[in-house]
Nanobody
């Protein structure tokens, strides 16, 4: 089992920045690709970003490219989502997720690809 705990959410004005953290425990963190998803009120959960187990490969949704960065620190068992130039439409609950990554890939982008999920952290961007 992998336990994931997100932190770093909050209220920020449009144009501002936040950094989300996802602390992992329970299994060898460096064996897992990490992903971020978000769910806005009344909408389906949507993909945001993925990083491979080593951090050597990343993938971002088109809606956040150029504004968000995904990274990880395997020594600290933590993944990050740096969010810059935030927009009101980025308002959502943000979830981190983990999947066993035997190939060092960042191609996982569907909810079904991920086996473990955190409880989510709220991000609210005011206009």
């Amino acid at each position: 089992q992998v336990q994931l705990v997100e932190s770093g959410g909050g209220l920020v004005q449009a144009g501002g920045s936040l950094r989300l953290s996802c602390a992992a425990s329970g299994r060898t963190f460096s064996n897992f690709a990490m992903g971020w998803f978000r769910q806005a009120p009344g909408k389906a959960r949507e993909y945001v970003a993925t990083i491979s187990k080593s951090g050597g490969a990343t993938n971002l949704a088109d809606s956040v490219k150029g504004r968000f960065t995904i990274s990880r620190n395997n020594a600290q068992n933590t993944a990050y989502l740096q969010m810059n130039s935030l927009k009101p439409e980025d308002t959502a609950i943000y979830y981190c997720a983990a999947t066993y990554d035997p190939w060092g890939s960042a191609s996982y982008s569907s909810e079904g690809n991920f086996d473990y999920w955190g409880q989510g952290t709220q991000v609210t961007v005011s206009s």
